[in-house]
């Protein structure tokens, strides 16, 4: 591997983790000034949608890596302080923990960046491994990459979305890819 590559595959990592970082933080910068309603005048529903912004609000996200850039093993973990004291850490999914709407009017909706632009490296959400790290995508045994350069925009997915396999959309004709929405 030349330095040049190294480098930019180092960049590529850094801009990866920094993409989740910042997602992670505008989630919780967005939903921590939310004003709380009485308890007496919530519906079950609400105080579903409290509580998850309420722990929203809590989650201070850390990013943790396994494994080398650039092969198959590597992994990017996102950790959460998860109690009351934020002594004990968490690994959270970002697929299945990260709600689909944001707190507030309900007009925004997260997104998790798989992908930051100006990147080739085609990273996603594991979807069969615990936990649903984030990892390079890869087809015959090899990692995957955008072959016409980089990408100008950022990629990823909604969180607690799926592609139903089973479903053929009469739009495209093709059915789901059984993998979060993107």
């Known amino acids: 591997m030349t330095s040049n590559t190294k480098t ?4 590529s990592l850094g801009l990866s983790v920094g993409a989740a970082a910042v997602s992670a933080y505008v989630l919780w910068r967005t939903t921590r000034d939310a ?3 009485p308890e007496s005048e919530r519906s079950l529903r609400d ?6 912004s309420m722990r929203c609000r809590e989650i201070e996200t ?16 996102v950790l ?13 999914s970002l697929w299945h923990d990260v709600p689909l709407v944001a707190p507030g009017d309900g007009k925004l ?12 490296k085609k990273f996603e959400v594991a979807t069969t491994e615990g936990r649903t790290p984030i990892k390079q995508d890869e087809k015959k045994g090899v990692l995957r990459e955008f072959k016409k350069g980089d ?3 950022n990629y990823g997915c909604f969180p607690r979305t799926w592609e139903d396999p089973r479903h053929v959309s009469a739009d495209t004709g093709y059915p789901g890819d059984n993998d979060p929405l993107d």
């Open 80 to 92: 959460a302080k998860a109690n009351e004291d934020n002594t004990t850490i968490a690994e959270i």
């Open 8 to 11: 930019r595959d180092l960049l």
């Open 35 to 37: 004003p709380a309603e």
């Open 62 to 77: 850390l990013v943790m890596e396994r494994g080398e850039a650039g092969t198959k093993d590597y992994r990017v973990h």
């Open 47 to 52: 105080e579903k949608k409290r509580r998850q």
């Open 109 to 120: 909706f997260n997104f998790i960046c798989e992908i930051p632009k100006c990147t080739r």
């Open 151 to 153: 990408i100008f925009f």
